[in-house]
């Protein structure tokens, strides 16, 4: 009995991932309008996140004057890097192909 249940979970897994096709949807206006959603929250909150970082790095440089740089390269890089709005492709969370 288990192998026969055993056997026929296999099929069905199998079956399934033969007949699973990649399909890449085109952005949508539901798409576009969940972006600007999430981009009234994620646009301000990048500009702090820079903002904060700019305001450690000067202390940071006033502290060590200006002897730990790099480190504050990398706190600004941190901070003011990336994309700074979220595309509608974003949004539907397909993986690249």
């Known amino acids: 009995m288990i192998r026969a249940l055993s056997l026929v979970l296999v099929v069905v897994l ?15 206006s539901d798409d576009q309008a969940g972006a600007d959603a999430v981009n009234i ?10 903002a904060a ?4 790095s000067f202390i940071t440089l006033t502290v060590t004057f200006g002897q ?17 709005s979220v595309p509608a492709q974003e949004v539907r969370n397909t993986p690249p192909q």
């Open 68 to 84: 730990e740089y790099e480190t504050v390269s990398e706190i600004m890089h941190g901070g003011c890097s990336g994309p700074w």
């Open 41 to 50: 929250w994620y646009v301000p909150g990048r500009a702090l996140g820079c």
């Open 14 to 28: 199998a079956a399934g991932c033969a007949a699973h096709v990649s399909s890449r949807p085109e952005a949508g």
């Open 53 to 56: 970082s700019a305001i450690m």
